[in-house]
């Protein structure tokens, strides 16, 4: 493993500028208006991988949007647009408004399961099927659609939407099997509620998913940074600690993005074609 520098962060706490978490980045541009890099940007980049004993790549909310994951602000008439996103990303929010709070993620819940993962999704999920070993993927996405497509081993830097957890430290009788239902459901011994399985804003990340994201950008030799702002830390951190480890970076996202001055190489439009044009063979 080659040596990287530390990561200036806040911690592991999870905080960005943005309003969501796995929100696309506001100056993204719709598919139509990106136009592809050159064949020959993509064969260097291409070779590259090829050469690469352990690719890294870091997904971000970009690349869900190209599936259509609505996001909290896709519809500014609809009911839950009146709520501040925070209030409803939030441990202090769920325990002001639990009912609220667990009805939106239901909410975002049924829509998730409506879309489908795009053409981006299955080139990373057959490359790393038809490479077994060579690739880490770490999402800042909590839709599930990598594993969806297939992907193994999925790094979910801010958990997983479609699984609970308890609110507090579950006790012995605390079953998620054997919850009692409602909104949100609850232990039916303790009274312990059922949360969604995000992190929230304020929260740590996983250390365990962490660690493991920050050893595969250290010992990777090429990181693909692809569909994200680089607003979001620590997350976003991750590029610049594989480039300082000496990995090549390269950016893919439609617009300028916050980490291109990390990166050896930006590549401008959607994953859903570049990264099928990257990955085949």
């Known amino acids: 493993m080659r040596p990287g520098a530390a990561l200036p962060h806040n911690g592991l706490l999870f905080f960005l500028r943005p309003p969501m978490p796995d929100e696309p980045s506001p100056t993204s541009l719709p598919a139509a208006a990106a136009e592809l890099p050159g064949q020959g940007e993509l064969h260097e980049l291409r070779e590259r991988i090829a050469h690469a004993a352990h690719i890294a790549v870091l997904t ?5 949007a190209e599936s259509g994951v609505p996001t909290f602000r896709d519809d500014k008439n609809s009911y839950w647009a009146q709520f501040n996103p925070q209030d409803m990303a939030s441990e202090a929010g769920f325990r002001a408004h639990p009912q609220r709070v667990w009805q939106w993620y239901a909410h975002r819940r049924e829509a998730v399961a409506a879309v489908q993962p795009n053409a981006g999704h299955h080139a990373l999920a057959q490359w790393a099927l038809q490479h077994p070993g ?3 993927l770490v ?3 909590v839709d599930g659609l990598h ?6 081993g999925v790094l979910c830097l801010h958990g997983e939407l479609m699984r609970d957890r308890w609110l507090e430290r579950p006790r012995a009788c605390c079953d998620l099997a054997g919850q009692n239902p409602g909104e949100p459901p609850q232990c039916p011994v303790c009274g312990n509620l059922v949360r969604p399985g995000v992190v929230w804003f304020g929260e740590s990340l996983p250390m365990g998913v962490w660690q493991a994201a920050e050893a595969a950008v250290q010992r990777c030799e090429v990181l693909l940074v692809v569909g994200t702002s680089g607003a979001v830390y620590p997350a976003a951190g991750l590029a610049r600690i594989a480039r300082r480890a000496g990995a090549h970076v390269a950016v893919i996202n439609p617009a300028p993005s916050e980490l291109d001055d990390a990166a050896h190489q930006c590549l401008r439009g959607p994953s859903a074609q570049i990264l099928p044009a990257l ?3």
């Not at 971000?60 to 869900?64: L, Q």
């Not at 594993?147 to 193994?152: D, T, V, Y």
């Open 139 to 141: 999402t800042q996405n």
């Open 147 to 152: 594993q969806r497509a297939g992907s193994p």
């Open 60 to 64: 971000g909310a970009g690349v869900s």
């Open 279 to 281: 990955l085949a063979g």
């Open 134 to 136: 060579r690739m880490t």
